[in-house]
């Protein structure tokens, strides 16, 4: 099985940085994704990592370490429109599109 | 492009009937998965389906099951509903090739009296 941990909830200011972490322990990585999702709405896709490095988009970059478990998405110049909630997946190998999602992440922005 | 659609937005059952959800792929997509998410338990993954076929399952009871039809359009059943059933489900498509993102519909709210 997977087990994905992510923080619950993280407050910054509009203009500020923040990174979120996620870790995860799986028997076959094949992928991780991050999303948004604002309250009452769909998740949206916002990056895929699947090999060790830097993805950037934007003011969203996302990081990932195959070797520790370990991601984070990074949110720049936070917008108001930022504050929702960051989900974290993982796909395993030869599981097709089961994502297995850490509990989320709330993000509040304040002017 | 259309996203995905699902089918109604909202809908309240009572404990003992069964319930069907529709979702409507974005065109081209072959790949139609369903969660299930709650407050407690979060995002949880029911089924998968590609090309008519289940290709995964989630650890849900038999109660939840699901098609795919030849259009890729899908539906999810649960039948003997209970209280604990109440939550948002979402379908999710994609193109179902390597790294392709899912892409979710709105979801239907159910509620379970």
């Known amino acids: 099985g997977q087990n994905i941990d992510q923080p619950t909830e993280m407050t910054a200011t509009e203009g500020a940085i923040v990174q979120i972490n996620c870790t995860y322990q799986?028997?076959?990585?094949?992928?991780l994704f991050w999303y948004q999702q604002h309250a009452g709405e769909a998740p949206t896709f916002l990056s895929y990592n699947v090999l060790d490095g830097l993805e950037e988009k934007g003011r969203f970059s996302s990081f990932l370490s195959r070797s520790k478990g370990y991601s984070y998405l990074l949110l720049k110049e936070l917008q108001m429109k930022d504050s929702a909630s960051y989900l974290c997946a993982v796909r395993e190998e030869a599981a097709g599109n089961k994502l297995t999602f850490g509990g989320g992440t709330r993000v509040l922005v304040k002017p | 492009k259309a996203g995905v659609t699902q089918t109604p937005r909202y809908l309240i059952k009572t404990r003992g009937q069964q319930v069907t959800l529709s979702c409507s792929p974005i065109s081209g997509h072959r790949s139609v998965s369903w969660y299930q998410q709650t407050p407690g338990q979060g995002l949880q993954f029911l089924f998968e389906y590609f090309s008519e076929t289940q290709r995964n399952k989630g650890n849900f009871p038999g109660r939840f099951s699901g098609r795919q039809f030849s259009n890729s359009r899908s539906e999810m059943n649960v039948s003997t509903l209970e209280l604990g059933d109440s939550a948002l489900y979402l379908c999710?498509?994609?193109?179902?090739?390597?790294?392709?993102?899912?892409?979710f519909g709105n979801g239907t709210r159910l509620t379970v009296t």
């Open positions: 999710a498509s994609s193109s179902g090739t390597g790294g392709s993102p899912l892409h």
């Open positions: 799986t028997s076959g990585f094949n992928g």
